[in-house]
């Protein structure tokens, strides 16, 4: 038990120790709940029913993996993922629009 | 003139006739004749300047370089054996293109006639004047493929497409069996050279490969000279014209088996396999020709099976393998080829002159044709061997020699009785051809009045039959000098090395006499009897024609290569991948199977949190999931889009933001592309009903995926030394940018780069090809594209407004990440595909029409320009003397501003920037141009 | 101008094409006149590299180009060897050959027609050029993406199906490229191919499974190329769906797996490097019973392009069997096979065209269509016999020096027994249906066909098999170059770059 | 479980269902097919260049330059190469599939396959 | 200066990116931010759409301040109905009658209304009177279409008409 | 090492991002009826992405970067763009599902 809590700790907060001890294990708690809700979002784009509820779910990806990009330059303490999300939250609702535009019409640039 | 050149002309002149006569017009029968005639005297005449040479013993010779790889010279000679051939070859071939100008019809094209005639005169002259081995078989194939010429000539006559294919098969097979002995003497001795070869006699015979390279040579020697079992090809050929029999199928080509019997007989002969193959092999034909021909109703057939006859005769001879044999058959070669040509010719006469060949209607020509009929009989005379004919003494010196064996026990015996009952049996046949045709009652049914024929066309019948009778009455002046040289040459001997030998009519009376007579007189008898008893034009076709078997065989090969074919090449997909994956599996697999495993570990694996791993599992998921919902194409589609944002997030996690960048921007545009192919497609795949085929599937990717992972793991957990260090070290200083990354990708691989912008232009270029002006006329049952609530197809006011604010915003974000790529994530491939994308969301948002309307752009001209630019930029360094793509920076003051780097990589990520556009927005323009023409009532 | 030549001599085989497409899309669309006089120039400026890259090359010289001029292997190499000079040539006059071809018969009319012709030829040049691993898969992309661009000229049902099954072998085989030549880096940690030359015989044993199974994969990719069995299905149908023109281009197409196969096996892992051995084993087992199974399908072609089609199978199988026989007089042979299959291919698809096309039925018996009739009979035989190895054209030729390399080798009655039944096949199959399309029917044609482009072909087979001697000595050479590895290693990797004066204004201030 | 197993496993199962998606009958299951294939390739030549977390290759003032202080960027801009080439080939494909579907009434990856039997 | 600056809003906005986008102030990025604010409207004008004509600009502002707060608050009470039960929740569509015409200002209210958690705004009307709103639970539904005319249209109207 | 107050207030602001994002999707996941669902996303990409971006300027900007106001962007670009995806959303939901729709307004 007490090897897994190190080996925890280890790998998940070892990138953390520039951070604030505060900071620290809030980005701990953060990343775990975005990565819960990652999940969550990703089994309703696995269950469905309709084809909107998985556009959806993707939508929802998209903004949770945006969040997730930020967290990461933070761990990293670097700002070269600024533009990944900066391009996620400019470009990614796209597919979100064109998707449900074919569900919607078919032809999407009608 | 040289001798060599003298040589060489002799050789080219044909070949030269031949291709000037491919010039000429078919409608001008008397040039095509002039140039063919005047080819043949004119290297007659070089011919015979040549001769006082070799019948001093000397060899004349020519050399040009040619085949250095294989040491290999254009080389060519003229000895006693190649002038014998040689004078046959021309003078045989004069008389057959005077006797074939007269003989072709209006119909016949001349020129392409007298071209292939020529082709084929060029070639057996080099078969018998080569001095290499590899230029000899070069000669030899020629010979089978002018011959397939000739004998299909008739082009619209199946039995002469049939036949000329059959020849060409057998002796082209024979050819390349020829060639593979031929390499594998080369291989032993070292040269082609024939007098290396000649000198290496002991080495040849020693060697492990003798035996294989003696029947290598020997199919070669058989299948030209129709040897059984390979004759069958001969009797088919016969639907060539008569003068392509008279001069191929029996003065020259099917002689040139025999002739390589003579050539190689001072390498390879001298030894029991020789004896043994050949002898049996020639015994055998020699029997068979000459009883078949009997049986024979067509003239040519006759005289096919009689040549197939002699040329058994010829081979026994070289087979029984002592100097007086080869003697013997050296000689008979001379007589076989002046007798049987002019009966060819006298058989084409007749046919030309009845219209029919057949010995069941032709009968009782005596009284309309006497010239022909006397002339015909002379050279039957001949071919029977009866004295005062030539045929006469080379059968003689063949039965002397057939008493002669006496080394081998069982042939001792029977050579010199199965000598005689061929001899009774060409008796028969040489007096079924006389008597059948000239006499034997009036003709039957045939479709002309029969005459004599013109002057000129019975000229070269009359040289001939002459040419039997003085050599037969006067052997020893006319035909001995020339015997004798070529005997020589034969047997590799000097003129004293020469086995002694008469050439008189009269020996005596000795036994080779009395077995002339008892042919004779069984001959008559013979014919005699089965005229009587079985009236022979009732025989029907003789059974067990190899021809049948050989077209069973053909059709069999075709069935088998067929089927092989079709279950091959199913024009199935799934069929091909299936062997290139496994193919693949095979290719991995081998590299751990053929070399010894060594499972050093050396670097100590990462332990994976936790976080990473739930990430990595939904991917899988993802992945796994795409596989499952495959069939509703929309759901896989999302789950693909899952899997694609994670394969993001390992970028980003894993150190890479400019591919995380590229992943989502490829992602966005990607799923337009599906979404605008998917509206044209069914929106379901077909369910599957094999369920074989899916387990199998799914174990074939199963195991390749297992293979891909463990390769993964290998490279993972070993030691890395790369180049890599080289591009942290030198990508500030010398690539003048920060971003290693992207300094790789327009600097130090710039050239990759140049590549891929070209692909993904090109990508977009093949998109119009293939849909460009595309419109659907109607919807395909399968659903794809059914029209969906068309009454509420209202655009959307938000989504115009805020896609019109966000167009000058995705631009402005475009140059923001074109302009700093170097330093940072970014480049001309992302702004590119932001730039396209923000255009696409306009196409989404007002539609294609009003898009197009109000910003017209030719999406090609962008590639080209990109093109350009790239291109520009990388021959731009030439002006400074620097290689394609050599980057250059420098930092510019500029007033206000501080100094700022103008990178020449900037302009070259402009052509980068530039086609990314062109490629995406074309592929995605024209895909939606489809979209619009269906929704047009 | 000759400095300026022997300085940038390799890339103009890729620069001219490249310009030649960038210049074809920025003109109109319509303006072909204007497409085709820039496409002559690139093709001009090609053959004019080829013809230069002989003569350097024949001189002894091996010249390297340091792409941006980096020092390989941190750059991207391109290399001009004797091999690859043979190759440049060939493309270029095939190029010739095919755009008089293309603009006589209007095929150039399609959409984007000429870019995308010219991108091939940059493709195929960079493929043959380029000393790098990645970089010759970007160029393999380059003429593949081009080449399915061709392809659909003209597009119609039969092409679209066949375009399917082209494109989705040929990228299920660029996925294997990558993954052979990035495991290459992970093993060796380098791209360029006279580095991984080097590299890979001194790897540690714990590696040599992951680098023999790289090798391995890579040879099955360029086997796909090379229409290997049992990878070859794809390659009948899609050639003979193609417009002529551009089938005879593609004639060049199988010739790129075989470099890449020459490659590997005498520079990547040459011989006497661990490998080798398996690899060419499992080649001279795989690659003759292609041999066989493209003569089978020879045998049962029922159209002429299909036949051709196995024909260029069944070359490329002889050439990867040479290849494999890996000795200098094989090497040699093959290079000389190559040369004369190819021209033979182009021919017999472009006089195709006089046979298969719909405007060869027969018409009024003039005269002068019975003229060409014959013209293209004649051509067809040129290209038939060189096709099938008979002597005395180029085909046979070659075909002598690789079996007299085969009787050198450890299998010769293996060798030279599949080569020979598969010759004679081959033989049949072309006299079977030559015999049925020329004689059978008395056909005309009008005079709309490619004769003046075919007869050069033929005049070009002429001249390799009259001027034999000039070639062959080349090619020897070209072969011993080959089984040197070092020649190439000590060229690629001793390049220097020139040297850079860092200017003031270079350094940040 | 390691991180190295963890990103073997992943690129193995990407390679595995690309693989039995290519080999289903319809072009469209195959365009999905090719695209997790080259997911999974473009991981295989990514991870080629090692692991390596938190590196991005963006060289800053007073790091060593070396592969252990950041990540190999040669991989990664070969990956850029790959993921720009398979982009394009997917919408070549897409477009074949559509043309496909237009000729022949159907997108099976054979032209007469639907009529010879139910795949 | 129509000619030269067809969309000065949105110059006005490119320039503001430009320099957020860049981190930065420095007077290069000014400089090179303010031509690339001019240049790209040229090009994208193009793609005519009713330029929005702002009247009140102050009352921006004060809108922003409104939408923020009420995007926190309803997130809260969003958040509490998703953790509470299920069928506590009375989800409905509402008909909210307008009064703006402007469709700038119809995609303003349209944005608003949906980033305010619990409405979406789903529709317009087909003569683009009315706006459909799902709203995630309707206890009064008077009130909630007079909260939305008073609290977000009132506003907008003063904006843009 | 950040100021303890910087600390605290990134801590909370990255949990309070947390917690929305996490209820959005538990939203998404738990709910009946994709009209409902619809609701829950948007917190995700309101609150809970603004509080990290707000967490993420707050710490570049202290952590001796100088003002980074780039986030703000991202900011303005979900604003922008967010109605949108829900607003397409719901209507391809309604086209497909006729039931799901209201009948059209009063007209007064
Ligand atoms: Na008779
Ligand atoms: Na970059």
New interface residues.
Partial sequence: MSQWINQWHDTLLLPFL??????K???L??????T???A??A??LFRGP????T???L??LY??S??VT??L??VF?T?VY?EV??VI??L??IG??VM??F???GDIVK | MTQPTLLVLMLLLPIIGALALLAVDNRNRALAIGIAGGVTIAACALLAMLATNVFDGNVARFRADWLPSLNVAFSLRLDGLGFLFASLILGIGALVVLYGAYYLSNDDPPARFFAFLLFFMGAMLGVVLSDNLILLVVFWELTSLSSFLLIGFWRHREDARQGARMALTVTGAGGLALLAGVLLIGHVVGSYDLDAVFAAKATLQESALFTPILILILLGAFTKSAQFPFHFWLPRAMAAPTPVSAYLHSATMVKAGVFLLARMYPALGDNDTWFWIVSTTGLATLLLGAVVAIFQHDLKGLLAYSTISHLGLITLLFGLDSPLAVVAGVFHIINHAVFKASLFMAAGIIDHETGSRDMRQLNGLWKTMPITATLAMVACAAMAGVPLANGFLSKEMFFAEALAVDAHRLLSIATPIAATIAAIASVAYSLRFIHDVFFNGEPVGLTKTPHEPPRIMRVPVEILVVLCLVVGIFPAFTIGPLLAIAAQATLNVTPAGLPVYSLAIWHGVNLPLMMSAIALVGGVSLYVVLQKKINLHTVAKLPGDAKVLFDVLIENLVVVASAITRTTQNASLQRYLLLIILTAIAAGAAGFWLSPSTNSIAVRPQPANLLVTIFALIGMAAAIGTVFMHRERFNALMLLGLTGLIIALTFIYFSAPDLALTQVLVEVVSIILMMLALNFLPKLSVKETNHFRRYRDMVIAAVAGLGVSWIVYAVLTRPFNSISPYFLRTTVPEGGGANAVNVIIVDFRGFDTLGEIAVLGMAGLIVAVLLRGISIAKSPADGAFEA??PE?ARP?L??SI?SS??LPITIMVSIYFYLRGHNLPGGGFIAGLIFAIGIILQYVALGREKVEAQLPMNYGKWIGWGLLAAGLTGVGSFVVGFPFLTSAFQYFKLPVVEAVPIASAMFFDLGVFLCVIGGTMLALATLAKVSSTRSAP | MIDFLNTHLPILPIAAPLFGAAFALIVNEQNIRTQRVVAWIAVALMLGAGVFAIDRTADGILSVYLLGNWQAPFGIALALDKLTAIMLLLTAFIAAIALYAAQQSNTDRGVYFTPLFMLQLMGINGAFLTADLFNLFVFFEVLLAASYGMLLQHCDRAKTNAATHYVVINLVGSALFLIAASLLYGVTGTLNMADLSVKINTLPPYSHALALSAGFILLTVFAIKAALLPLNFWLTGTYASAVLPVAALFALMTKVGVVAIIRTLTLIYPDGSFGNVAMSKVLLIVAPITMLVAACGALASRELKTLIGWSVVGSASMLVTAVAIGNAKALSGALFYLIGSTIAASLLYLNASAIDAPSSRPTEGAANSNRNWAWVGTLFVIGAVTATGLPPLSGFIGKAVILAGAAQHMWPMWLMSMVLVAGLLNVIAYARLGSRLFWKRDAAIDGATHVVPTALLALAIAGLTIFAAPIQRFTDRAAIELRTPSIMRDNVLGKRPIERQTSPSQVKP | MSLELLVALGIGVLAACGIYLILRARIFDVVLGLTLLSYGVNLFIFFMGRLAVGKAPIIKDGVPLNLASYADPLPQALVLTAIVISFGMTAVLLAIAVRAHIENGHDHVDEDAENKSAR | MKRLMPQPLISAMLFL?WL????TIHPAHLLLGALLAIAIPLWTSALKFATPKIKQPSTIVALGVIVLID??KS?IS??RL??GK?SN?Q?S?V?V?LDIVDPHAKAAL??????T??T????F??DGK?L?V?A?NVTDEAALIAEIKSRYELPLKEIFE | ????W???I???L??L????????????????D????????????????GA??I??IL??TF?N?????????????????????????????????SAM??P??NK?
Avoid at chain 6, 17 to 32: D, E, N, P, Q, V
């Fill in positions: 520039h951070l604030g001890v505060f900071t294990y809030a980005m708690i953060a990343l775990v709940m975005f819960i809700a990652i969550l979002a089994w309703r309709a084809d909107e509820d556009i959806l779910a939508d929802t903004i949770n945006l969040a930020i967290l330059g933070i303490a700002s600024f999300a900066l939250a400019m990614g609702f979100t629009v449900a535009k569900l919607a019409e | 969906k609530a509420n959307s938000l989504l805020i604010i966000l | 990116i957020a986008l860049n981190n995007i926190v997130n969003v958040a998703i953790l299920e929740i989800p569509f008909w009658p349209a944005g608003i209304i949906t980033m958690p619990g979406l705004s789903a529709d009307s087909d009315h459909l799902h995630f | 090492m950040m100021p303890i910087l600390d605290i990134v801590a909370l990255l949990i991002g947390g917690t929305f994002a996490l209820i959005g999707s538990y939203g998404l996941a738990k709910l009946g994709f009209l409902k669902r619809l609701h829950g996303p948007t917190k995700a990409s309101t609150l809970g992405v990290v971006l967490a993420s710490y570049f952590s970067r100088g003002l980074s106001v780039h986030e703000l962007l991202i900011t303005l670009f979900i604003f922008l763009t967010a109605p949108v995806s829900a607003h397409l959303l719901i209507k391809a939901a309604m086209k497909r599902h729709r209201p059209p307004p007064d």
